[in-house]
């Protein structure tokens, strides 16, 4: 089992930067995909961005080249830089994390380890 914990939410304006983290605990040696989704109000839940074990990424195409996502092993801690934030980018962040072999890194159904979340707002 893999507990996750978000951190780092909050209430921005238009153009202003944020940094999101999620700290992992539990049977984190097993972990081999982990990534950053979001759901507004009224709306599905989406892949943001993914880094594997090797350190590849991928993003969604609204947040490439605003949005990094990366992690630290040793803290055993994701992030999510985001910049340029924009009242589109408000929602409900999440954390997520899968031990098998994933090909579809930003689908949610493929992700088993979930956190509970951490609001972002961005005012215009």
């Known amino acids: 089992q893999v507990q996750l914990v978000e951190s780092g939410g909050g209430s921005v304006q238009a153009g202003g930067s944020l940094r999101l983290s999620c700290v992992a605990s539990g049977s984190t040696s097993n972990i081999n995909l982990m990534g950053w989704f979001r759901q507004a109000p009224g709306k599905e839940r989406e892949g943001v961005a993914a880094i594997g074990s090797g350190g590849k990424t991928e993003y969604e195409d609204s947040v490439k080249g605003r949005f990094t996502v990366s992690k630290d092993d040793a803290k055993n801690t994701l992030y999510l830089e985001m910049n340029s934030l924009q009242p589109e980018d408000s929602a409900m962040y999440y954390c997520?994390?899968?031990?098998?072999?994933?090909?579809?890194?930003?689908?949610?159904?493929?992700?088993?380890?979930w956190g509970q979340g951490t609001q972002v707002t961005v005012s215009s």
């Open positions: 997520a994390a899968e031990d098998a072999a994933v090909v579809w890194w930003l689908l949610e159904v493929y992700f088993t380890y």
